[in-house]
């Protein structure tokens, strides 16, 4: 469920990167002289407004990676933590069966 969650919020962050790039070009190629300045004021709002989710989303992923890695690197602590310890109790039980 968190691979989902993981996919959709890419996936969101890349369509609305290529919306905002898309309006950037259309912006300074086609519409450049094609707007008049409420129009020109809020087609530029938009793209503002699209790539600062794109951003957001960014950071928001980021973070999301950050919180794995630490998850991950305490899971493997833990885990040869444990290892040193199973080894470690098996060798003396080993040397005590010894004596």
Known sequence: MEQDAKKR????????????LIMLICGETVLHQRLNLVWFLSYWLICLILTGLAVIIAF???RDLQQQAREQQRELLENTLKGIETEARSRKAKAGGNN
């Open 9 to 20: 919020r890419r996936w969101f962050g890349g369509i609305v990167l290529a919306g905002a």
């Open 60 to 62: 928001r992923d980021l």
